[in-house]
């Protein structure tokens, strides 16, 4: 389960980070630097010499500078007068110099980061510096890569697997890669891995490549060093001119050069990268509190002893290890062996192994050695959970990645700590490295059992992780999301930890609006822990959702019942609602804590809300009311992306909306497919899980024209367009039954009443038929009886006729028509001074038309609110002219009525005729023929409205012009305009003016002066009574004016129109229909009466709401309430459909080009790899083959020698027959037969290396050495005793030791070593066993608490006899338990007594242990006594259940293990 004290929100914390301003870069730059700097300076150091003593065989000192490299004080030191020079004593500290960003030159201009340390520099300072300073992220994994630090060849498949696999493992993990840092061997390949395949990928920020090197031994250092820092050092990379340096790697992204004060010394950084190496493993995986430490794998290639050494300690240390088989010396030496057992990895055989995979370099080794090194790789053999061998030939292997991820799984498998924890742990890495591959094939096994409770908070950290693969794989293996989201508490953990978007950045506002809403309206003052914050609730969440879904939906989260900061009992009195939501409020809470939450749907929202497609998808398969959800989540997204234009992800959540919609379709259309009258009901069905809201209308809201458009939606809304009235019928005879209504109960106009009785009769029908002809009444009885249909009255026909929207619609056209031809009427021949009936009449008719106008402002069935539904209102076009008429009509009627004003007012009704005549248009928007076109106008209009701002630059330019040049000062305005506008426009239409043309001049058709008002002002004239103006000049410009304003704007505007015309023809009949549902509803809530006589239903409409203040009439046609059985049923058939509708998309997108083209070069890749590794498989094993044959060659070639010198001798070959064959058979493993019967009685732990809690080594003893029989001329173990020894042997007398000998075989070591004394050394372990209850359910021991260990183990000492207890545990157990069972011993049962593989064994001492059993009666006085001293022991006593499960050392395991067979139970 998610913790809740990890990644909180606190809006107040968010809302702050929001205001703050950020600082310019240069100066932030500045300040990052100097805190680096001075962080870098306190705490890291490098190391110097300060002592120059000189070096015989060179003139450097003894640290490897030269003298140059040494400071004053140094070369003539006044501290160190006559001391030879000690690197421990003459090395100081002092603060690095060496630090900053590197960058390499090069094509490319790699950049990295550098600090040069101390060997003694602190692994913690190191972490924080590569965590903190450099800002990595912590590691999911630690990849240490170790081996040749030469130049090595790999073999170019090898190779590539290798870069391939180690890149896609740092990336997917998020781990960090540590090397040697130096541009050879294994380091160089690590980097040229980076480069191939991280560098030139999108995610090349993901690699972390550390590179940890030695100072001393690194070419051109020189330019790293720089007090303050370099920001970047110009690091040149020449490997020609190294000479026995090393250059630094350019691929490698960071580096930490260690420094131990000497010059040219190789792995002085062994020691600091093993501590580094072993402090990242100490951290917690994901800086969790609790959980798994980050886990640490050694990559190995190539590599000589000191790589040996490596592996040898990494393995001690519990580090599993994965070996590249191909790649070289002791990698292909430990591959060797790796399948075989223990007793035949002999000497001999590591021998003939290091001679062909080392060369020349195999004379150089001495025998000691080698000795060593096959005790050590028996030791890693010795542990194959560990030990990974990644073979290139062997086709199951896979890749480089899938090797190292199933090492470490296959390392933490292997535990005292069995059961779902180990399972629990591996899934936990295989998360955190986000390797859904790992988990299918290494976790979700046959072997592991899973409860859905056991997974839940595997589920929280895919989920919060975003790993939607896992997510999707743990649902497949048992996961439960009711189970999962079962309480409120997880899924509000969730929302804490969403991610950084939108709708966190709306939350945390909101949160915060709330809290000082609540202070204001209750005049609550700050505390002392306001700084805390309100936490997110689901009421937060449910109030941000209805905010995005539309305000006429209902909460989705019932009120939150967690506690927090601040009363959340008043969440419903905000003071941001209204006084109506106020008191709405509490119901709407009410009424959704009844409902019932879907877990599929809470996650959906979930993820939809981050805009996380991949886990949306997941979620969205899970939900029960899918394609409510789809719509939903459309809406939602659009929302945000309106909200968050400006954004970067207002894009991304427009795609995923049009991405849901098309699900939407996708379900919807198998629905309509299967059953059409299911899929309608889908639509209006109301969805409690969604705010009690419909498909339709949500669809509706989030403009979702692909999906109204579709043949379902398309054919409900026509089926609501006809009332009761059959969809089939056609338009004249509708016409024809309004106005001759008997014709109705003639069966002229079929009803839908009608149709469904028919089609129920003839179901029944071939019912009978079925039973009649099988003779079984099964299938008539199994099905639910079907209630018979009443056919419609007379009544009721005539009512639905002229209820229907249809009829409504065509009444309403009549009726617009009769209006308009008595508003002409009234305009051309009857406007008198006082109003005439016939106007009178068209007052009242206007009146009903005003009133209808008002009722559809005001009714929301709905829910949508006055201000969400005067929106809607204005949208409309339609609604605007409507507006705008009616103003006309009352500001032309208020003229009229006035005396004064008769004559303007009659002007603003014609006017106000206009309007009405293209509200006319409105009718033919129900027409699926013109009612795209009007669609197309309505663009086109707007494509002229900005057209004619370009043309009224023209006109404007040419009339001014040509206005200026003929009239002189005309200061009549309206002349002025007629020059300026009217006549340059009339000119576009052909009318060509005459007064630009002296030819058809006539000076009786101007006034001089402008004196007379008719005519216009003539032009500037000449003596002769002839225009001045120069007539080329007009004309010019009157032909440069017609071909742009006449040629190529009007063309311009044509072609837009055909531009338009061409775009929106395609969409046009989308559209249609989406805005054919908005005139459906209209006439299906609007009264039958046609105006004028609508006024009559107003009427009644005003009375029965606000005089009675009845509720309104609720219709079912667009929101229906389906009982819970009904709905039930519904939504399981929905759940079908999907299904079905997923399976054909997955099926039609894999027969796609793009997929097919993907999987035909996935099997040629297959093809091509299987094919090259058979080709080394065959090759490799036809050289076996040969080397085989040429032994066989060999041998035959001796045996016929023999047989013909046998000959020759007349006889004496048979007899030495059996020295050929011995002869021949030598280097088989004749003796190895031997050690291998006694394998099992050899010790292991008594030949460490280390000898426990010394410095001292083991010499190395081989597993073929052990027995005592067998010689060993090299054996020379060290002597060692430690202090303290009561043993009056002496034992450095070589016969005194001699009578001691260990009886499991050499060990390394002489002496008595930590034990007491020589020969054997007793040991008690004291087994106190009981049944927990009565009915011997389970068998307990008693475990004491081992202070040395800090864990709990078996009671256990050394003894001087196996009939006493051991006199330590008098103060563990306390003196008077300790007495109680000491007088128990002897009445105890012996399960072992005999020869211990113990640490401390030597070749003269030994532990000899006896495993006593006293079992205890629970009725007992004196198991009373011990249960009370374990209730007061404080955990220093416990009762342990006798299982596989526990938590002990090996040797007590065993006796554990022996004490339950005893008692005949299952360890």
Same mark, same amino acid.
């Given at each position: 389960?998610?913790?809740?004290?990890?990644?909180?929100?606190?809006?107040?914390?968010?809302?702050?980070?929001?205001?703050?301003?950020?600082?310019?870069?240069?100066?932030?730059?500045?300040?990052?630097?100097?805190?680096?700097?001075?962080?870098?300076?306190?705490?890291?150091?490098?190391?110097?010499?300060?002592?120059?003593?000189?070096?015989?065989?060179?003139?450097?000192?003894?640290?490897?500078?030269?003298?140059?490299?040494?400071?004053?004080?140094?070369?003539?030191?006044?501290?160190?007068?006559?001391?030879?020079?000690?690197?421990?004593?003459?090395?100081?500290?002092?603060?690095?110099?060496?630090?900053? =960003?590197?960058?390499?030159?090069?094509?490319?201009?790699?950049?990295?980061?550098?600090?040069?340390?101390?060997?003694?520099?602190?692994?913690?300072?190191?972490?924080?510096?590569?965590?903190?300073?450099?800002?990595?992220?912590?590691?999911?994994?630690?990849?240490?890569?170790?081996?040749?630090?030469?130049?090595?060849?790999?073999?170019?498949?090898?190779?590539?697997?290798?870069?391939?696999?180690?890149?896609?493992?740092?990336?997917?993990?998020?781990?960090?890669?540590?090397?040697?840092?130096?541009?050879?061997?294994?380091?160089?390949?690590?980097?040229?891995?980076?480069?191939?395949?991280?560098?030139?990928?999108?995610?090349?920020?993901?690699?972390?490549?550390?590179?940890?090197?030695?100072?001393?031994?690194?070419?051109?250092?020189?330019?790293?060093?720089?007090?303050?820092?370099?920001?970047?050092?110009?690091?040149?990379?020449?490997?020609?001119?190294?000479?026995?340096?090393?250059?630094?790697?350019?691929?490698?992204?960071?580096?930490?050069?260690?420094?131990?004060?000497?010059?040219?010394?190789?792995?002085?950084?062994?020691?600091?990268?093993?501590?580094?190496?072993?402090?990242?493993?100490?951290?917690?995986?994901?800086?969790?509190?609790?959980?798994?430490?980050?886990?640490?794998?050694?990559?190995?290639?190539?590599?000589?002893?000191?790589?040996?050494?490596?592996?040898?300690?990494?393995?001690?240390?519990?580090?599993?290890?994965?070996?590249?088989?191909?790649?070289?010396?002791?990698?292909?030496?430990?591959?060797?062996?790796?399948?075989?057992?223990?007793?035949?990895?002999?000497?001999?055989?590591?021998?003939?192994?290091?001679?062909? &995979?080392?060369?020349?370099?195999?004379?150089?080794?001495?025998?000691?050695?080698?000795?060593?090194?096959?005790?050590?790789?028996?030791?890693?053999?010795?542990?194959?959970?560990?030990?990974?061998? &990644?073979?290139?030939?062997?086709?199951?292997?896979?890749?480089?990645?899938?090797?190292?991820?199933?090492?470490?799984?296959?390392?933490?498998?292997?535990?005292?700590?069995?059961?779902?924890?180990?399972?629990?742990?591996?899934?936990?890495?295989?998360?955190?490295?986000?390797?859904?591959?790992?988990?299918?094939?290494?976790?979700?096994?046959?072997?592991?059992?899973?409860?859905?409770?056991?997974?839940?908070?595997?589920?929280?950290?895919?989920?919060?992780?975003?790993?939607?693969?896992?997510?999707?794989?743990?649902?497949?293996?048992?996961?439960?999301?009711?189970?999962?989201?079962?309480?409120?508490?997880?899924?509000?953990?969730?929302?804490?930890?969403?991610?950084?978007?939108?709708?966190?950045?709306?939350?945390?506002?909101?949160?915060?609006?709330?809290?000082?809403?609540?202070?204001?309206?209750?005049?609550?003052?700050?505390?002392?822990?306001?700084?805390?914050?309100?936490?997110?609730?689901?009421?937060?969440?449910?109030?941000?959702?209805?905010?995005?879904?539309?305000? @006429?939906?209902?909460?989705?989260?019932?009120?939150?019942?967690?506690?927090?900061?601040?009363?959340?009992?008043?969440?419903?009195?905000?003071?941001?609602?209204?006084?109506?939501?106020?008191? *709405?409020?509490?119901?709407?809470?009410?009424?959704?804590?009844?409902?019932?939450?879907?877990?599929?749907?809470?996650?959906?929202?979930?993820?939809?809300?981050?805009?996380?497609?991949?886990?949306?998808?997941?979620?969205?398969?899970?939900?029960?009311?899918?394609?409510?959800?789809?719509?939903?989540?459309?809406?939602?997204?659009?929302?945000?992306?309106?909200?968050?234009?400006?954004?970067?992800?207002?894009?991304?959540?427009?795609?995923?909306?049009?991405?849901?919609?098309?699900?939407?379709?996708?379900?919807?259309?198998?629905?309509?497919?299967?059953?059409?009258?299911?899929?309608?009901?889908?639509?209006?069905?109301?969805?409690?899980?969604?705010?009690?809201?419909?498909?339709?209308?949500?669809?509706?809201?989030?403009? =979702?024209?692909? @999906?109204?458009?579709?043949?379902? /939606?398309?054919?409900?809304?026509?089926?609501?367009?006809?009332?009761?009235?059959?969809?089939?019928?056609?338009?004249?005879?509708?016409?024809?039954?309004?106005?001759?209504?008997?014709?109705?109960?003639?069966?002229?106009?079929?009803?839908?009443? =009608?149709?469904?009785?028919?089609?129920?009769?003839?179901?029944?029908?071939?019912?009978?038929?079925?039973?009649?002809?099988?003779?079984?009444?099964?299938?008539?009885?199994?099905?639910?009886?079907?209630?018979?249909?009443?056919?419609?009255?007379?009544?009721?026909?005539?009512?639905?006729?002229?209820?229907?929207?249809?009829?409504?619609? !065509?009444?309403?056209?009549?009726?617009?028509?009769?209006?308009?031809?008595?508003?002409?009427?009234?305009?051309?021949?009857?406007?008198?001074?006082?109003?005439?009936?016939?106007?009178?009449?068209? !007052?009242?008719?206007?009146?009903?038309?005003?009133?209808?106008?008002?009722?559809?402002?005001?009714?929301?069935?709905?829910?949508?609110? @006055?201000?969400?539904?005067?929106?809607?209102?204005?949208?409309?076009?339609?609604?605007?002219?409507?507006?705008?008429?009616?103003?006309?009509?009352?500001?032309?009627?208020?003229?009229?009525?006035?005396?004064?004003?008769?004559?303007?007012?009659?002007?603003?009704?014609?006017?106000?005729?206009?309007?009405?005549?293209?509200?006319?248009?409105?009718?033919?928007?129900?027409?699926?023929?013109?009612?795209?076109?009007?669609?197309? /106008?309505?663009?086109?209009?707007?494509?002229?409205?900005?057209?004619?701002?370009?043309?009224?630059?023209?006109?404007?330019?040419?009339?001014?012009?040509?206005?200026?040049?003929?009239?002189?000062?005309?200061?009549?305005?309206?002349?002025?305009?007629?020059?300026?506008?009217?006549?340059?426009?009339?000119?576009?239409?052909?009318?060509?003016?005459?007064?630009?043309?002296?030819?058809? &001049?006539?000076?009786?058709?101007?006034?001089?002066?402008?004196?007379?008002?008719?005519?216009?002002?003539?032009?500037?004239?000449?003596?002769?009574?002839?225009?001045?103006?120069?007539?080329?000049?007009?004309?010019?410009?009157?032909?440069?004016?017609?071909?742009?304003?006449?040629?190529?704007?009007?063309?311009?505007?044509?072609?837009? &129109?055909?531009?338009?015309?061409?775009?929106?023809?395609?969409?046009?009949?989308?559209?249609?229909?989406?805005?054919?549902?908005?005139?459906?509803?209209?006439?299906?809530?609007?009264?039958?009466?046609?105006?004028?006589?609508?006024?009559?239903?107003?009427?009644?409409?005003?009375?029965?709401?606000?005089?009675?203040?009845?509720?309104?009439?609720?219709?079912?046609?667009?929101?229906?309430?389906?009982?819970?059985?009904?709905?039930?049923?519904?939504?399981?058939?929905?759940?079908?459909?999907?299904?079905?509708?997923?399976?054909?998309?997955?099926?039609?997108?894999?027969?796609?080009?793009?997929?097919?083209?993907?999987?035909?070069?996935?099997?040629?890749?297959?093809? %091509?790899?299987?094919?090259?590794?058979?080709?080394?498989?065959?090759?490799?094993?036809?050289?076996?083959?040969?080397?085989?044959?040429?032994?066989?060659?060999?041998?035959?070639?001796?045996?016929?020698?023999?047989?013909?010198?046998?000959?020759? %001798?007349?006889?004496?070959?048979?007899?030495?027959?059996?020295?050929?064959?011995?002869?021949?058979?030598?280097?088989?493993?004749?003796?190895?037969?031997?050690?291998?019967?006694?394998?099992?009685?050899?010790?292991?732990?008594?030949?460490?290396?280390?000898?426990?809690?010394?410095?001292?080594?083991?010499?190395?003893?081989?597993?073929?050495?052990?027995?005592?029989?067998?010689?060993?001329?090299?054996?020379?173990?060290?002597?060692?005793?430690?202090?303290?020894?009561?043993?009056?042997?002496?034992?450095?007398?070589?016969?005194?030791?001699?009578?001691?000998?260990?009886?499991?075989?050499?060990?390394?070591?002489?002496?008595?070593?930590?034990?007491?004394?020589?020969?054997?050394?007793?040991?008690?372990?004291?087994?106190?066993?009981?049944?927990?209850?009565?009915?011997?359910?389970?068998?307990?021991?008693?475990?004491?608490?081992?202070?040395?260990?800090?864990?709990?183990?078996?009671?256990?000492?050394?003894?001087?006899?196996?009939?006493?207890?051991?006199?330590?545990?008098?103060?563990?157990?306390?003196?008077?338990?300790?007495?109680?069972?000491?007088?128990?011993? %002897?009445?105890?049962?012996?399960?072992?007594?005999?020869?211990?593989?113990?640490?401390?064994?030597?070749?003269?001492?030994?532990?000899?242990?006896?495993?006593?059993?006293?079992?205890?009666?629970?009725?007992?006085?004196?198991?009373?006594?011990?249960?009370?001293?374990?209730? *007061?022991?404080?955990?220093?006593?416990?009762?342990?259940?006798?299982?596989?499960?526990?938590?002990?050392?090996?040797?007590?395991?065993?006796?554990?293990?022996?004490?339950?067979?005893?008692?005949?139970?299952?360890?």
């Amino acid at each position: 389960m998610l913790r809740k004290s990890d990644n909180k929100v606190h809006p107040q914390q968010m809302i702050q980070q929001q205001k703050k301003c950020e600082l310019k870069p240069v100066l932030c730059d500045f300040e990052e630097r100097y805190a680096f700097s001075s962080w870098v300076k306190q705490n890291i150091c490098k190391k110097e010499c300060c002592l120059f003593e000189k070096d015989g065989r060179t003139d450097a000192c003894k640290c490897g500078y030269p003298k140059t490299s040494h400071i004053d004080e140094a070369i003539k030191p006044e501290d160190f007068t006559g001391e030879s020079w000690n690197k421990h004593r003459h090395v100081r500290e002092m603060p690095t110099d060496a630090f900053g =960003d590197i960058a390499f030159g090069g094509l490319g201009q790699k950049k990295g980061k550098y600090a040069r340390v101390s060997t003694d520099t602190s692994p913690e300072d190191l972490y924080h510096l590569l965590t903190e300073l450099w800002k990595l992220p912590p590691p999911n994994l630690l990849i240490s890569v170790t081996g040749g630090a030469k130049n090595f060849y790999l073999k170019t498949r090898l190779k590539n697997m290798f870069h391939r696999g180690l890149i896609k493992v740092a990336q997917t993990t998020g781990a960090w890669i540590i090397t040697g840092g130096t541009h050879a061997g294994v380091m160089k390949h690590v980097g040229q891995a980076v480069r191939d395949y991280a560098l030139s990928s999108s995610v090349q920020g993901n690699i972390v490549a550390i590179g940890v090197a030695t100072w001393g031994i690194i070419h051109n250092r020189d330019a790293l060093v720089q007090p303050e820092g370099c920001f970047p050092a110009h690091y040149l990379m020449d490997t020609k001119t190294q000479g026995r340096l090393s250059c630094l790697d350019n691929n490698h992204t960071h580096f930490l050069l260690v420094d131990d004060g000497t010059h040219g010394r190789y792995g002085v950084e062994i020691e600091l990268r093993s501590h580094l190496e072993k402090c990242i493993s100490g951290k917690r995986l994901g800086n969790k509190e609790t959980g798994v430490t980050i886990p640490v794998v050694c990559v190995v290639l190539d590599g000589g002893p000191g790589t040996l050494d490596t592996i040898y300690n990494a393995m001690l240390n519990g580090t599993p290890c994965v070996i590249l088989e191909g790649s070289g010396r002791i990698a292909d030496v430990i591959a060797q062996v790796s399948g075989l057992p223990v007793s035949q990895v002999t000497i001999a055989l590591i021998h003939v192994l290091m001679k062909k &995979f080392f060369g020349h370099e195999y004379e150089t080794f001495p025998d000691l050695r080698i000795i060593e090194w096959t005790k050590k790789i028996q030791d890693i053999i010795r542990m194959p959970h560990l030990l990974t061998v &990644f073979r290139v030939s062997e086709d199951k292997q896979g890749d480089v990645d899938v090797a190292i991820l199933q090492a470490l799984l296959k390392a933490s498998r292997i535990s005292e700590s069995l059961g779902i924890e180990t399972w629990r742990r591996q899934l936990e890495l295989a998360i955190a490295w986000n390797r859904v591959d790992i988990a299918e094939t290494e976790i979700f096994t046959e072997e592991s059992q899973w409860k859905s409770s056991d997974l839940h908070w595997a589920m929280s950290s895919a989920l919060v992780g975003n790993k939607p693969e896992f997510v999707s794989l743990l649902l497949e293996n048992g996961v439960s999301l009711r189970d999962f989201l079962q309480g409120e508490e997880t899924l509000c953990e969730l929302y804490k930890q969403l991610p950084s978007c939108f709708f966190l950045r709306k939350l945390a506002k909101r949160v915060h609006s709330s809290r000082r809403n609540r202070r204001q309206a209750f005049a609550i003052r700050a505390r002392a822990r306001t700084g805390q914050g309100e936490m997110i609730s689901l009421t937060h969440v449910s109030d941000e959702v209805r905010h995005l879904l539309g305000n @006429f939906t209902r909460h989705i989260y019932p009120k939150s019942t967690i506690p927090f900061h601040f009363n959340m009992s008043i969440e419903d009195m905000s003071v941001s609602l209204s006084k109506s939501e106020a008191d *709405s409020e509490v119901p709407i809470r009410e009424e959704a804590a009844d409902v019932q939450r879907d877990p599929g749907t809470d996650l959906f929202l979930w993820a939809v809300v981050q805009n996380n497609k991949e886990l949306a998808e997941i979620a969205w398969e899970q939900c029960r009311d899918c394609m409510s959800a789809a719509l939903a989540a459309s809406k939602i997204l659009k929302k945000m992306a309106e909200e968050d234009r400006d954004g970067d992800q207002a894009e991304d959540m427009e795609e995923l909306a049009n991405h849901y919609e098309q699900h939407a379709i996708g379900v919807f259309s198998e629905c309509h497919s299967s059953d059409g009258e299911r899929a309608r009901k889908l639509l209006v069905r109301a969805s409690h899980l969604w705010g009690r809201t419909t498909c339709l209308r949500l669809a509706l809201e989030a403009d =979702d024209k692909s @999906f109204v458009a579709q043949p379902g /939606v398309q054919a409900l809304l026509t089926q609501i367009w006809c009332g009761e009235l059959s969809v089939d019928n056609p338009v004249w005879r509708v016409l024809v039954c309004m106005v001759f209504f008997p014709l109705i109960y003639t069966g002229f106009l079929v009803f839908r009443r =009608d149709e469904l009785i028919q089609k129920d009769t003839e179901k029944r029908e071939e019912m009978k038929t079925v039973e009649t002809v099988t003779g079984s009444t099964l299938r008539t009885n199994a099905r639910t009886p079907l209630q018979r249909m009443k056919p419609l009255g007379s009544w009721s026909r005539l009512v639905c006729l002229y209820d229907s929207p249809q009829a409504k619609f !065509y009444g309403n056209i009549v009726s617009y028509f009769a209006f308009l031809f008595l508003f002409a009427v009234v305009l051309m021949i009857d406007f008198q001074t006082s109003p005439s009936p016939a106007e009178l009449l068209l !007052y009242v008719w206007l009146l009903s038309l005003v009133c209808e106008e008002v009722r559809q402002l005001f009714h929301d069935p709905d829910g949508f609110g @006055f201000r969400k539904k005067a929106k809607m209102y204005i949208n409309e076009l339609w609604n605007i002219l409507d507006v705008l008429s009616i103003l006309l009509f009352i500001i032309g009627l208020a003229f009229r009525l006035t005396t004064k004003l008769l004559y303007p007012g009659k002007v603003l009704l014609c006017i106000d005729f206009v309007v009405f005549c293209l509200r006319l248009m409105a009718i033919f928007t129900i027409s699926r023929t013109l009612g795209p076109k009007i669609i197309i /106008v309505k663009r086109m209009m707007m494509d002229m409205f900005f057209f004619m701002f370009l043309l009224s630059i023209w006109v404007v330019a040419y009339g001014v012009a040509k206005q200026g040049i003929l009239i002189e000062n005309d200061n009549r305005l309206d002349w002025i305009v007629r020059g300026a506008v009217y006549e340059p426009y009339l000119i576009i239409f052909g009318s060509f003016p005459e007064n630009i043309d002296n030819a058809a &001049f006539d000076i009786n058709t101007c006034t001089m002066n402008g004196t007379d008002p008719l005519k216009p002002k003539c032009p500037v004239l000449n003596d002769n009574q002839t225009p001045a103006f120069p007539e080329w000049l007009t004309i010019i410009m009157l032909c440069v004016y017609l071909l742009f304003a006449n040629i190529l704007l009007l063309n311009l505007l044509i072609a837009i &129109f055909n531009f338009t015309f061409q775009e929106v023809q395609d969409n046009t009949d989308r559209i249609w229909k989406f805005q054919r549902y908005e005139l459906i509803k209209e006439y299906h809530s609007r009264p039958a009466a046609p105006p004028p006589f609508i006024i009559f239903s107003h009427l009644y409409l005003f009375i029965r709401s606000v005089v009675l203040r009845r509720p309104p009439i609720v219709y079912k046609e667009f929101k229906n309430e389906l009982p819970p059985i009904e709905e039930e049923e519904l939504l399981s058939w929905e759940a079908l459909m999907k299904d079905r509708y997923l399976l054909s998309a997955q099926q039609e997108q894999s027969q796609t080009v793009e997929r097919r083209i993907l999987d035909t070069a996935q099997k040629v890749t297959i093809i %091509s790899d299987r094919q090259e590794r058979e080709e080394e498989t065959s090759s490799a094993a036809m050289v076996k083959r040969l080397a085989r044959l040429e032994e066989q060659v060999f041998q035959s070639t001796k045996a016929l020698q023999w047989i013909m010198d046998s000959l020759k %001798s007349q006889g004496f070959g048979a007899k030495e027959t059996p020295s050929l064959t011995s002869n021949a058979t030598d280097d088989t493993p004749d003796s190895l037969m031997t050690t291998s019967e006694k394998e099992d009685g050899f010790h292991v732990n008594s030949r460490q290396f280390h000898y426990p809690n010394t410095k001292l080594t083991r010499f190395p003893v081989p597993e073929e050495k052990v027995p005592w029989e067998v010689g060993f001329s090299s054996y020379m173990p060290t002597y060692y005793a430690s202090e303290g020894s009561g043993d009056s042997v002496d034992g450095s007398e070589a016969a005194a030791l001699d009578n001691y000998r260990n009886p499991g075989g050499r060990t390394g070591i002489r002496g008595r070593g930590a034990l007491r004394h020589l020969g054997p050394n007793l040991n008690l372990d004291l087994v106190l066993t009981r049944w927990r209850d009565s009915e011997r359910s389970a068998l307990e021991y008693l475990a004491v608490f081992d202070e040395s260990r800090g864990t709990l183990a078996l009671p256990a000492g050394p003894v001087d006899s196996a009939d006493r207890l051991p006199v330590i545990l008098k103060r563990t157990m306390g003196k008077k338990l300790y007495e109680m069972i000491n007088a128990k011993v %002897s009445e105890g049962t012996k399960v072992f007594e005999g020869y211990v593989d113990d640490c401390r064994n030597t070749d003269n001492a030994w532990v000899e242990t006896t495993v006593l059993n006293v079992h205890l009666d629970r009725t007992s006085q004196m198991m009373m006594d011990i249960n009370n001293m374990v209730v *007061s022991s404080h955990g220093a006593l416990q009762w342990q259940e006798v299982s596989g499960k526990t938590r002990l050392s090996s040797n007590q395991r065993d006796s554990l293990r022996q004490v339950a067979a005893l008692h005949n139970r299952k360890f």
